[in-house]
């Protein structure tokens, strides 16, 4: 599924088994610069020197990384690090906060995200967000596939309706299991299913990129191991950014991983390397378990 390897996986586990118990100070290592391959030659997402604050308080220091196309970008850190502020600033879902302020250059294929012309709401329906909590709309199962192209004038016929809720069902791996009671309610499903709803959801207006927000910390293992299968399928049609609290999680989806640490980007490398050889003493510290 990811280029991490098993065998990859295995050997971060017995590191982290290993481990003497002995702490890291997080003063021992300064964060100077993002160490790794933060850039890509493909970028769907470029943002540079990215900073937020809410109110007086900065979140986000000087963030710089590239996103590209059909590639998944896992964002792991301690909790309060700053990587879903960070993956919130991709499609402005930091302004329903008030006194969030952004600044830096974020754009998305070369068009600014952040502007006074930006229309938030096509910006919205490009850059589509799967959120920690499965949140289906209180409507049927079609109605919730069927509401976001209506909203946005992508289709009004039936027959146009009913095509897009069949091939959005059937990517989300969804659609032999509720293709017989489309008219009951998305909140009745498991809370797989309705974590499969709400990227079919997503993926109705026909995003260019979707942003996952602890997808799976809802789910049973089954259910996770059904959306991480579903991830690396739709990699073939969407770029995809997950912030992940589960370093195994991250090792099975991505192509790269990025390591956040109070506010900066400490990291960005192959999935692989990151998990098995990082370059950063912070990242290193905190994949063996050393905090976080």
């Not at 971060?12 to 890509?40: D, I, Y």
């Amino acid at each position: 599924m990811s280029t991490m390897t098993l065998d990859a996986a295995e050997r971060t586990e017995s590191a982290r088994s290993e481990l003497t118990g002995k702490k890291v100070s997080v003063s021992q290592a300064e964060v100077r610069k993002t160490v790794g391959q933060p850039f890509s030659d493909t970028a769907k997402l470029r943002m540079r020197d990215v900073n937020v604050f809410y109110g007086e308080t900065q979140a986000i220091h000087n963030v710089s990384l590239d996103i590209g196309r059909n590639e998944v970008v896992a964002m792991i850190g301690p909790s309060g690090c700053g990587k879903s502020t960070f993956l919130r600033c991709l499609n402005r879902m930091n302004d329903t906060i008030e006194g969030c302020r952004v600044e830096g250059e974020l754009s998305l294929d070369g068009e600014p995200i952040y502007g006074a012309k930006v229309d938030v709401v096509p910006l919205r329906a490009r850059v589509g967000m799967v959120f920690q909590k499965p949140n289906p709309f209180p409507k049927t199962i079609y109605e919730n596939v069927v509401y976001g192209p209506k909203i946005h004038g992508i289709a009004s016929r039936r027959a146009d309706l009913d095509e897009i809720v069949e091939n959005s069902l059937r990517r989300a791996g969804l659609w032999n299991e509720v293709k017989d009671r489309l008219d009951k309610p998305g909140t009745g499903l498991s809370g797989g299913q309705q974590q499969r709803l709400c990227i079919a959801r997503a993926i109705a207006v026909s995003p260019e990129v979707i942003l996952m927000d602890e997808p799976c910390s809802a789910l049973d293992p089954i259910a996770t191991a059904r959306i991480e299968e579903l991830i690396d399928e739709l990699r073939e049609n969407y770029t995809i950014a997950i912030v992940t609290h589960s370093m195994q999680q991250a090792a099975r989806v991505s192509q790269r991983t990025a390591y956040f640490h109070l506010g900066h980007l400490v990291e960005v490398n192959d999935t692989e390397t990151v998990f098995t050889n990082p370059e950063h003493e912070l990242t290193e510290a905190y994949i063996t378990g050393r905090f976080g």
